[in-house]
């Protein structure tokens, strides 16, 4: 596995979303679940938009090119509605938003290459700049270092072996920090994807949407749910629904995010689930299909901050 997850692999799943503005920063800061204020220039920050009921619309990483400008990095197919609902706040800021994808041009990094451009491997969200040019260190994979390369567009691309894109998205799903796409807005608060856990949350900064119901669900135990990873023979889709053996009648948690094995055994996936009913066998019902497929779960690949 060490073999297969080695090299550069160009990500057209995802998007830039570009804040300009000497309010930038100031406006992040009152709209994401992250502290963008004492964000610095060797840091990335894990963040999400949530709803006023603290439902997660989309899911970022962010990080300053400037004082004046921070790029947003997202799901391609939640960056045109997302854009159009940030902008609704800029109000009287002083920071533009705009959709900058045509702009940069985005890698994931994995193994020896990172060690070839940076030197080593640095812990998740930690940052440098070459140039133009801006590595974001992510969360491993499958016990290989990760990394997120982001390159004005028509610039050469860090050198190495190409790496499937298909292999990437399962290191997405082994490393255990789901990104949001559009079958999931609206389904959970961040502690369901365990962003409390991966520094996509921070509880001392000021308010933003959603804020009171994520801080409650955090301090009062009212936490129900957490994402976990697991296995299965057979694929299914982002969005199916979870069963447990003891309720086949109520859906007890959801995909989240999923991709082949690159051994070609199986899928490996995200799944949210009702903390309870790992304590029970699960499947996974398809959309439109009569039977389930029997999931595995497999340990998470960090501590979560209840273990902490």
Sequence with gaps: MTQLLNGIAPLSHLGVIRVAGEDATKFLQGQLTQDFALLDM???????????????????????????EVLLICSQDLLA???????MFVLRAKAKLSNASADFALYGLAGDTINSIAGSAY?????????????????????????????????????????????????????GVATLTAPLVDAFVPQMLNYESIGGVNFKKGCYPGQEVVARSQFRG??????????????????????????????????????????????DALVSLQIAATEHALSVVPAGAAD???LQLLPLPYPLLDDI
């Excluded at 440098?128 to 990394?147: C, E, I, K, S, W």
């Design 81 to 87: 509605p997302t854009l159009k609902r940030l902008s």
């Design 123 to 175: 812990p998740a969200w930690s940052k440098a700049d070459f140039d133009q040019n801006t590595l974001v260190h992510l969360y491993p994979a499958a016990g290989q270092p990760r990394a997120l390369w982001i390159a004005p567009q028509g610039s050469a691309a860090p050198q190495g072996p190409l790496l499937d894109a298909s292999v990437w998205l399962w290191s997405e799903v082994q490393s």
């Design 222 to 267: 009212t936490l129900k749910r957490r994402t976990y990873l697991a296995h299965a023979d057979n694929g299914f889709a982002v969005g199916s629904e979870v069963f447990a053996a003891n309720d086949p009648e109520q859906p007890c948690g959801t995909v989240v995010q999923v991709a082949p094995s690159p051994e070609g055994s199986g899928v």
């Design 42 to 68: 060797q840091h990335a920050r894990l963040a999400a938009f949530l709803s006023a009921k603290g439902r997660m619309q989309a899911s970022f990483i962010g990080f300053k090119r400037s004082d004046t």
């Design 292 to 294: 389930g497929i029997a």
